[in-house]
């Protein structure tokens, strides 16, 4: 089967700097991808990895170890405002996007 | 604004209506999606449409009918649904040209209630 694990939920305080893990086991693989989603809203991108390594968008980074099947999102100074559910995404096909069920990060002051 | 409009917003219906969700790109994509999301559930991937054509069917119930007349709009056509098919539809769109990711863009939902 195909699937996803990422932790349910987070908890961090206000600029300090928070990693939400994400492994995953799929019949094909083109790319680990993470999306936001605020309450009330629609999931947004944020990052994509094909290939290993770090990528940094901003205060934002992903990583990708394609051999472990794994990846993580490392949010720094976090902001209030970056509380909200973080879902990884896996590309499986050229057509077939998959999602895990997302991490809920809350930030405290 | 993501550049994917859904109506409506909000719908509740009964177990014996007919209703559908309508689904619009503005993006100039070729694929678009709909995903099902309930709570403390993984966004579901329901049906995949690339170049209009059905590309994936994700062992969804009968009574959720796809159609995607042409390359900018999807629907959702929703008929005998179960109270348990109450959840938030999200229509996506991607452009499967774009080999260097696969960023796909999310509509804000139609928030479905099946009474």
């Known amino acids: 089967g195909q699937s996803l694990e990422q932790p349910s939920e987070v908890t961090a305080v206000e600029g300090a700097i928070v990693q939400i893990n994400c492994t995953y086991q799929t019949s094909g693989f083109y790319g680990l991808s993470w999306y936001q989603q605020h309450d009330g809203g629609a999931p947004t991108f944020l990052s994509y990895n094909a290939l290993d390594g770090l990528e940094e968008t901003g205060r934002f980074s992903s990583f990708l170890s394609r051999s472990d099947s794994y990846g993580y999102l490392l949010l720094q100074e976090l902001q209030m405002k970056d509380s909200a559910s973080y879902f990884c995404?896996?590309?499986?096909?050229?057509?077939?996007?998959?999602f895990g069920s997302g991490t809920r990060l809350s930030i405290r002051p | 604004e993501t550049g994917v409009t859904q109506t409506p917003r909000h719908l509740v219906m009964g177990m014996t209506n007919k209703k559908s969700l309508k689904c619009e790109q503005h993006l100039g994509h070729n694929a678009m999606y709909w995903y099902k999301q309930s709570a403390k559930k993984p966004l579901e991937l329901m049906f995949v449409y690339s170049l209009e054509e059905r590309v994936e069917n994700n062992s969804v119930p009968s009574r959720f009918s796809p159609e995607c007349p042409n390359s900018s709009h999807l629907f959702l056509h929703l008929h005998t649904l179960q109270p348990e098919d109450s959840a938030l539809y999200l229509c996506?769109?991607?452009?499967?040209?774009?080999?260097?990711?696969?960023?796909?863009?999310f509509g804000e939902g139609s928030w479905l209630t099946v009474v």
């Open positions: 996506a769109s991607s452009d499967n040209r774009d080999h260097s990711g696969n960023t796909i863009y």
């Open positions: 995404a896996v590309k499986g096909s050229a057509s077939k996007i998959i």
